[in-house]
Protein backbone atom coordinates (compact mmCIF):
# COMPACT_ATOMS: atom_id res chain seq x y z
CA UNK A 1 0.00 0.00 0.00
CA UNK A 2 1.11 3.33 -0.69
CA UNK A 3 -0.51 5.31 1.85
CA UNK A 4 2.35 6.43 4.37
CA UNK A 5 4.33 2.71 3.30
CA UNK A 6 7.40 4.08 1.46
CA UNK A 7 6.74 7.10 -0.77
CA UNK A 8 6.62 9.85 1.90
CA UNK A 9 4.36 10.85 4.84
CA UNK A 10 0.96 11.04 4.01
CA UNK A 11 -0.04 13.86 2.77
CA UNK A 12 -2.84 15.65 5.08
CA UNK A 13 -5.99 15.35 2.47
CA UNK A 14 -5.45 11.62 2.18
CA UNK A 15 -5.37 11.19 6.04
CA UNK A 16 -8.80 13.35 6.09
CA UNK A 17 -10.39 11.05 3.79
CA UNK A 18 -8.87 7.95 5.30
CA UNK A 19 -10.21 8.96 8.94
CA UNK A 20 -13.93 9.05 7.80
CA UNK A 21 -15.34 5.86 8.38
CA UNK A 22 -12.16 4.09 10.78
CA UNK A 23 -12.79 0.80 12.18
CA UNK A 24 -10.99 -0.50 15.21
CA UNK A 25 -11.46 -4.45 15.31
CA UNK A 26 -9.84 -7.04 17.33
CA UNK A 27 -11.40 -10.62 18.31
CA UNK A 28 -12.73 -9.99 21.78
CA UNK A 29 -15.21 -7.00 20.01
CA UNK A 30 -16.69 -9.69 17.83
CA UNK A 31 -19.57 -11.93 17.97
CA UNK A 32 -18.50 -13.88 15.11
CA UNK A 33 -15.32 -14.45 13.17
CA UNK A 34 -13.58 -11.24 13.00
CA UNK A 35 -12.85 -12.05 9.23
CA UNK A 36 -16.10 -12.56 8.54
CA UNK A 37 -17.02 -9.35 10.71
CA UNK A 38 -13.98 -7.34 8.92
CA UNK A 39 -15.18 -8.33 5.38
CA UNK A 40 -18.85 -7.21 5.75
CA UNK A 41 -17.33 -3.79 6.80
CA UNK A 42 -15.08 -3.40 4.22
CA UNK A 43 -17.95 -4.02 1.90
CA UNK A 44 -19.69 -1.57 3.72
CA UNK A 45 -17.05 0.92 2.78
CA UNK A 46 -14.81 1.41 5.59
CA UNK A 47 -12.53 4.02 5.65
CA UNK A 48 -9.31 2.59 7.37
CA UNK A 49 -8.93 -0.14 9.73
CA UNK A 50 -6.97 -0.68 13.25
CA UNK A 51 -6.58 -3.99 14.88
CA UNK A 52 -6.36 -3.22 18.03
CA UNK A 53 -6.77 -6.95 19.99
CA UNK A 54 -7.77 -6.11 24.37
CA UNK A 55 -9.78 -7.12 26.45
CA UNK A 56 -10.47 -10.59 28.07
CA UNK A 57 -10.16 -13.18 26.03
CA UNK A 58 -7.63 -11.19 23.64
CA UNK A 59 -4.75 -13.20 21.89
CA UNK A 60 -1.32 -13.50 22.37
CA UNK A 61 1.92 -14.79 20.63
CA UNK A 62 1.17 -16.72 17.30
CA UNK A 63 -2.74 -17.02 17.30
CA UNK A 64 -2.01 -12.55 17.65
CA UNK A 65 -0.09 -12.80 14.59
CA UNK A 66 -2.05 -14.71 12.51
CA UNK A 67 -4.71 -12.74 13.30
CA UNK A 68 -3.61 -9.79 11.91
CA UNK A 69 -1.82 -10.89 8.94
CA UNK A 70 -5.59 -12.20 8.07
CA UNK A 71 -6.85 -9.29 8.62
CA UNK A 72 -4.21 -7.43 7.30
CA UNK A 73 -5.04 -9.58 4.00
CA UNK A 74 -8.84 -8.30 3.39
CA UNK A 75 -7.60 -4.99 3.81
CA UNK A 76 -5.07 -5.58 1.44
CA UNK A 77 -7.48 -7.05 -1.06
CA UNK A 78 -9.80 -3.56 -0.60
CA UNK A 79 -7.07 -1.17 -0.74
CA UNK A 80 -7.61 -0.26 2.76
CA UNK A 81 -4.64 0.95 5.20
CA UNK A 82 -4.19 -1.52 8.38
CA UNK A 83 -2.60 -0.19 11.23
CA UNK A 84 -1.72 -1.90 14.18
CA UNK A 85 -2.49 -0.90 17.82
CA UNK A 86 -0.21 -0.11 20.42
CA UNK A 87 2.09 -3.07 19.19
CA UNK A 88 4.68 -1.46 17.17
CA UNK A 89 6.86 -5.06 16.39
CA UNK A 90 3.70 -6.51 15.49
CA UNK A 91 3.30 -3.56 13.18
CA UNK A 92 6.67 -3.76 11.67
CA UNK A 93 7.12 -7.84 11.92
CA UNK A 94 4.19 -7.48 9.26
CA UNK A 95 4.42 -4.55 6.86
CA UNK A 96 1.68 -2.91 8.59
CA UNK A 97 0.64 0.97 7.02
CA UNK A 98 1.04 2.40 10.45
CA UNK A 99 0.46 2.16 14.25
CA UNK A 100 -1.56 3.73 16.88
CA UNK A 101 -0.49 4.45 20.09
CA UNK A 102 -2.01 6.16 23.00
CA UNK A 103 -0.36 8.25 26.38
CA UNK A 104 0.53 5.11 28.30
CA UNK A 105 1.93 3.72 24.97
CA UNK A 106 5.68 3.88 24.04
CA UNK A 107 6.36 7.87 23.34
CA UNK A 108 4.92 8.75 19.60
CA UNK A 109 8.21 10.46 18.92
CA UNK A 110 10.23 6.79 19.09
CA UNK A 111 7.37 5.46 17.32
CA UNK A 112 7.85 7.62 14.81
CA UNK A 113 11.85 7.32 14.49
CA UNK A 114 11.03 3.20 14.42
CA UNK A 115 8.11 3.63 11.84
CA UNK A 116 9.77 5.84 9.27
CA UNK A 117 6.84 7.30 6.84
CA UNK A 118 4.20 4.63 8.09
CA UNK A 119 1.06 6.39 9.14
CA UNK A 120 1.19 7.10 12.90
CA UNK A 121 -1.81 7.89 15.11
CA UNK A 122 -1.61 9.06 18.29
CA UNK A 123 -4.66 9.59 21.02
CA UNK A 124 -4.85 12.99 22.54
CA UNK A 125 -7.31 14.18 25.64
CA UNK A 126 -5.90 17.73 26.06
CA UNK A 127 -4.76 20.66 24.59
CA UNK A 128 -0.87 19.99 25.67
CA UNK A 129 -1.22 15.97 24.88
CA UNK A 130 -2.24 17.52 20.88
CA UNK A 131 0.24 20.13 20.59
CA UNK A 132 3.05 17.59 21.95
CA UNK A 133 1.72 14.41 19.29
CA UNK A 134 1.89 16.94 16.68
CA UNK A 135 5.37 18.27 17.35
CA UNK A 136 6.67 13.84 17.79
CA UNK A 137 5.31 13.13 14.78
CA UNK A 138 1.71 12.08 14.49
CA UNK A 139 -0.16 12.01 11.33
CA UNK A 140 -3.73 12.16 12.88
CA UNK A 141 -5.20 12.68 16.91
CA UNK A 142 -7.77 9.99 17.97
CA UNK A 143 -9.43 12.54 20.77
CA UNK A 144 -12.09 10.45 23.09
CA UNK A 145 -14.10 9.16 25.02
CA UNK A 146 -16.39 11.62 23.13
CA UNK A 147 -19.07 9.86 24.49
CA UNK A 148 -19.34 6.59 27.46
CA UNK A 149 -18.15 3.43 26.17
CA UNK A 150 -18.12 -0.19 27.07
CA UNK A 151 -15.24 -1.43 24.75
CA UNK A 152 -12.52 0.23 26.81
CA UNK A 153 -12.16 -0.58 30.45
CA UNK A 154 -9.94 2.14 31.35
CA UNK A 155 -11.16 4.81 29.13
CA UNK A 156 -11.29 8.54 30.87
CA UNK A 157 -14.32 10.59 31.36
CA UNK A 158 -16.69 11.27 28.02
CA UNK A 159 -15.45 14.63 27.30
CA UNK A 160 -18.42 15.24 24.58
CA UNK A 161 -17.89 16.95 20.87
CA UNK A 162 -16.81 20.40 22.54
CA UNK A 163 -13.03 18.57 23.04
CA UNK A 164 -12.78 18.75 19.41
CA UNK A 165 -14.42 22.34 18.60
CA UNK A 166 -11.66 23.23 21.68
CA UNK A 167 -8.92 21.64 19.95
CA UNK A 168 -9.35 23.47 16.13
CA UNK A 169 -10.57 26.82 18.02
CA UNK A 170 -6.97 26.80 19.57
CA UNK A 171 -4.96 26.20 16.82
CA UNK A 172 -4.68 21.82 16.41
CA UNK A 173 -5.17 21.73 12.47
CA UNK A 174 -3.73 18.35 12.24
CA UNK A 175 -6.42 15.36 10.68
CA UNK A 176 -8.72 14.44 13.65
CA UNK A 177 -10.73 11.80 14.53
CA UNK A 178 -13.53 11.16 17.14
CA UNK A 179 -13.75 7.68 19.34
CA UNK A 180 -15.74 6.40 22.03
CA UNK A 181 -19.69 5.07 22.16
CA UNK A 182 -20.19 6.71 18.79
CA UNK A 183 -23.20 5.72 17.33
CA UNK A 184 -24.68 6.51 13.09
CA UNK A 185 -27.20 9.08 15.09
CA UNK A 186 -24.26 10.99 16.71
CA UNK A 187 -21.54 10.82 14.17
CA UNK A 188 -22.74 14.26 12.35
CA UNK A 189 -22.11 16.38 15.06
CA UNK A 190 -18.36 14.82 15.59
CA UNK A 191 -17.54 15.92 12.36
CA UNK A 192 -19.49 19.20 12.61
CA UNK A 193 -17.76 19.73 15.57
CA UNK A 194 -14.31 19.39 13.68
CA UNK A 195 -13.34 15.89 13.13
CA UNK A 196 -12.16 14.54 9.67
CA UNK A 197 -14.03 11.46 11.11
CA UNK A 198 -15.32 8.92 13.28
CA UNK A 199 -13.74 6.06 14.96
CA UNK A 200 -16.00 3.01 15.72
CA UNK A 201 -15.74 -0.25 17.17
CA UNK A 202 -18.97 -1.65 18.76
CA UNK A 203 -21.62 0.10 16.53
CA UNK A 204 -19.99 -1.52 13.48
CA UNK A 205 -18.87 -4.97 15.27
CA UNK A 206 -21.58 -5.74 17.26
CA UNK A 207 -24.35 -4.66 14.53
CA UNK A 208 -26.98 -6.85 13.57
CA UNK A 209 -26.01 -6.11 9.71
CA UNK A 210 -22.35 -5.59 9.93
CA UNK A 211 -22.21 -4.26 6.16
CA UNK A 212 -25.35 -2.19 6.29
CA UNK A 213 -23.99 0.00 9.62
CA UNK A 214 -20.75 0.49 7.63
CA UNK A 215 -22.67 1.74 5.22
CA UNK A 216 -24.96 4.21 6.97
CA UNK A 217 -21.61 5.92 8.60
CA UNK A 218 -19.52 5.92 5.33
CA UNK A 219 -22.85 7.68 3.97
CA UNK A 220 -23.67 9.85 6.61
CA UNK A 221 -19.34 11.01 7.04
CA UNK A 222 -19.16 11.41 3.15
CA UNK A 223 -22.53 13.92 3.94
CA UNK A 224 -20.76 15.98 6.82
CA UNK A 225 -17.66 16.21 4.56
CA UNK A 226 -18.60 17.50 1.13
C1 LIG B 1 -8.37 6.13 16.64
C2 LIG B 1 -8.02 5.80 18.06
N1 LIG B 1 -8.09 6.77 18.98
C3 LIG B 1 -7.80 6.48 20.26
C4 LIG B 1 -7.42 5.21 20.62
C5 LIG B 1 -7.07 4.87 22.05
O1 LIG B 1 -5.68 4.59 22.20
P1 LIG B 1 -5.11 4.35 23.69
O2 LIG B 1 -5.41 5.55 24.50
O3 LIG B 1 -3.70 3.96 23.56
O4 LIG B 1 -5.96 3.14 24.23
P2 LIG B 1 -6.00 1.64 23.69
O5 LIG B 1 -6.78 1.64 22.42
O6 LIG B 1 -4.59 1.19 23.44
O7 LIG B 1 -6.67 0.86 24.76
C6 LIG B 1 -7.38 4.24 19.63
N2 LIG B 1 -7.01 2.97 19.90
N3 LIG B 1 -7.67 4.55 18.36
C1 LIG C 1 -10.41 2.23 21.64
C2 LIG C 1 -11.02 3.39 22.31
N1 LIG C 1 -10.28 4.50 22.63
C3 LIG C 1 -11.01 5.43 23.25
C4 LIG C 1 -10.47 6.70 23.74
O1 LIG C 1 -11.18 7.44 24.39
O2 LIG C 1 -9.30 6.97 23.44
S1 LIG C 1 -12.63 4.98 23.44
C5 LIG C 1 -12.34 3.51 22.67
C6 LIG C 1 -13.40 2.47 22.45
C7 LIG C 1 -14.32 2.82 21.30
O3 LIG C 1 -15.24 1.79 21.14
P1 LIG C 1 -16.79 2.04 20.89
O4 LIG C 1 -16.92 2.61 19.53
O5 LIG C 1 -17.41 0.67 20.99
O6 LIG C 1 -17.30 2.94 21.97
MG1 LIG D 1 -2.80 2.21 23.39
Known sequence: MNDGGGSGRIEAARM??????????????????PLRVLEEALAGGVTLVQFREKG???????PLRELAVQLQGACRQRGVPFLVNDDVELALAIGADGVHVGQEDEAAVRVRARIGDRILGVSAHTLAEAEAAVRHGADYLGIGPIYPTASK??????????????LRACGIALPLVGIGGITI???????????????????????ADVR???TRFVAGSIAESS
Request: aromatic share 2%; charged share 20%.
Open 16 to 33: RQLLRTYLVIGSTNCCIE
Open 185 to 207: ESAGEIIRAGADGIAVISAITQA
Open 153 to 166: ADAKAPQGPGILRE
Open 212 to 214: EAA
Open 56 to 62: PGALTGA
